[in-house]
């Protein structure tokens, strides 16, 4: 089935450094999300990517949808402690393609911010 | 901003038991789906629902379970007879169209003994 390697499986920072990690698949995917959850809670939508090349923002988070529409990586500057948390990456593809609409998730990465 | 609730928070009940996890997805949203999430894995679909029939399921969407959405803003999974393994996390998810974003309620913690 359709897999999404995610890397690193975690990683130990200090506060104000930046981070960055990135999902892989054999597949295509015509949307990557990525989500970040806190223990107990639901995954919280961060960045949503539509388009092959997209880079977008959202405050010190950036994310980009890989031109192969294999790939995308998300970037966080400047990390502060509430930034801890799992992150994961989801992809898409296009029911209108013949795709699922399922999520596909890759297997989190665990941030640890050090104060 | 709208979101999904679900309820309970948390259920532990014993095997061989029914259980029926509830969820209001956001108002105007029209897919609905649901994930588990089994203790320290990744996130795996189960289902997805739209127009008052199932879409799509995985493999582990067996004859035990079922969803429903009996009236206008309710959708629930229900384990016939649960067994152990099925102790998870379980989401629920929402989405407006055919091309958009799942949103995610904050889960049912669900334990089977």
């Known amino acids: 089935g359709q897999q999404l390697n995610q890397s690193p499986q975690s990683m130990f920072i200090q506060e104000g450094e930046d981070v960055s990690m990135n999902c892989t698949s054999s597949?295509?995917?015509?949307?990557w999300l990525w989500y970040k959850q806190d223990p107990g809670e639901g995954p919280v939508l961060l960045i949503a990517?539509?388009?092959?090349?997209e880079l977008t923002s959202n405050g010190r988070l950036t994310a980009q949808f890989g031109i192969t529409r294999k790939d995308s990586f998300l970037n966080i500057s400047a990390s502060i402690p509430s930034d801890v948390g799992i992150y994961f990456c989801?992809?898409?593809?296009?029911?209108?393609?013949?795709?699922?609409?399922?999520?596909?998730f890759g297997k989190g990465t665990k941030l640890t911010v050090n104060p | 901003e709208p979101e999904v609730t679900q309820t309970p928070s948390h259920q532990v009940t014993q095997m061989g038991q029914e259980v029926i996890l509830r969820c209001v997805p956001i108002?105007?949203?029209?897919?609905f789906y649901w994930y588990r999430q089994i203790l320290g894995q990744k996130v795996e679909f189960l289902v997805s629902f739209y127009n008052n029939e199932i879409s799509e399921k995985s493999e582990i969407f067996d004859d035990q379970f079922s969803v429903e959405r009996p009236d206008g803003s309710n959708f629930t999974l229900k384990i016939r007879s649960t067994k152990l393994e099925d102790s998870a996390m379980y989401f629920c998810a929402s989405r407006a169209r055919a091309i958009g974003t799942q949103y995610f309620g904050p889960g049912t913690r669900l334990l089977v003994l």
């Open positions: 108002s105007n949203h029209l897919y």
């Open positions: 597949s295509i995917f015509n949307t």
């Open positions: 990517l539509y388009k092959a090349g």
């Open positions: 989801a992809g898409q593809q296009a029911i209108t393609q013949g795709g699922s609409e399922k999520l596909v």
